[in-house]
Nanobody, 121 residues
Framework: QVRLVESGGGLVQPGGSLRLSCAAS????????MGWFRQSPGKEREFVAA??????LYADSVKGRFTISRDNAKNTVYLQMNALKPEDTAVYYC????????????????WGQGTQVTVSS
């Protein structure tokens, strides 16, 4: 069982930055693929980024602006978000699964409660 708790969301102006954190319980954090997804009202949950060992993958919409990283010693995964746009506004969720990176939500077994990111002037 893995428990995930996100933090770091908030209100930011367009062009600004935020760093999201996701703290995980458990002793085997390093073996999990960790992903970030987001969901806006009326839209499906969409893939943002994921990391597994030395591999990372980003959605085209965030490539070059967002960076996923992890600190296995702290059981934490981060999402550094730069050059934020109004269309980045969403609830951001972290998720965990075993096995390789996938960009769909269903295979991820564990989810956090989400943190709101609002990009607005």
């Amino acid at each position: 069982q893995v428990r995930l708790v996100e933090s770091g969301g908030g209100l930011v102006q367009p062009g600004g930055s935020l760093r999201l954190s996701c703290a995980a319980s458990g002793r085997t954090f390093s073996v999990y693929t960790m992903g970030w997804f987001r969901q806006s009202p009326g839209k499906e949950r969409e893939f943002v980024a994921a990391n597994a060992w030395s591999s990372t993958l980003y959605a085209d919409s965030v490539k070059g602006r967002f960076t996923i990283s992890r600190d296995n010693a702290k059981n934490t995964v981060y999402l550094q978000m730069n050059a934020l746009k109004p269309e980045d506004t969403a609830v951001y969720y972290c998720a965990a699964k075993l096995g390789s990176i996938v960009t769909v939500a269903t295979p991820y077994n564990y989810w956090g409660q989400g943190t709101q990111v609002t990009v607005s002037s």
